[in-house]
């Protein structure tokens, strides 16, 4: 990986291996890169996993397994922005499979604790619309939700 631009760190109790590897197997455009492993006298055991790069839809990753002191929350999340049902329903399901959960509006959270907006880029511009009442009925329709639904989106914008 190249020393440009912006890496995510994602810090795990020991699943960067099993992390990495999900989230490639989930997006194009995805590798696994370098695996570093603990050298001896490290705070883990020596020869385990300590970082694996990857890349997921074109983003750079490492995935550190730091230990149980920090976890995932709602704080942060990655949104992904689909283009049609189709991969709203692949990311939704492939991201909650496993142990994973829905969450409101397009949210959810996968088996690592990891949270995600699988948002399709239409519902972008039907919540900005100038016009206030097309706005809020799919504003309302998409509160409405877990796991958001294109076609039903459509309508409340609508107003049928």
């Known amino acids: 990986m190249s020393s440009d631009g912006f890496t995510t760190c994602l810090w795990f109790d020991g699943q960067a291996e099993e992390a990495a590897a999900h989230y490639v197997s989930i997006f194009k455009n995805s590798r696994v890169g370098r695996v570093i492993h603990y050298g001896e006298g490290a705070p883990r055991?020596?020869?385990s996993v300590l970082t694996v790069e990857f890349v997921a839809n074109g983003q750079r990753f490492v995935a550190l397994n730091g230990?149980?002191?920090f976890t995932f929350n709602e704080a942060i999340?990655?949104?992904i922005l689909c283009e049609d049902q189709d991969e709203v329903d692949?990311?939704?399901g492939k991201?909650?499979?496993g142990g994973g959960e829905g969450g409101p509006c397009g949210?959810?959270?996968d088996r690592f604790g990891v949270s995600w907006q699988v948002?399709?880029?239409?519902?972008?511009d039907m919540i900005s619309d100038?016009?206030?009442q097309k706005a809020a009925r799919a504003t309302a329709a998409m509160m409405s939700m877990g796991k958001l639904d294109i076609a039903a989106l459509e309508k409340a914008y609508a107003g049928e």
């Open 77 to 79: 999340s990655f949104q």
């Open 130 to 132: 100038p016009d206030p």
């Open 119 to 124: 948002v399709p880029s239409r519902l972008i």
């Open 67 to 69: 230990g149980p002191e």
């Open 95 to 97: 991201l909650t499979e």
């Open 45 to 47: 055991p020596a020869g």
């Open 107 to 109: 949210w959810l959270k």
């Open 90 to 92: 692949h990311y939704w």
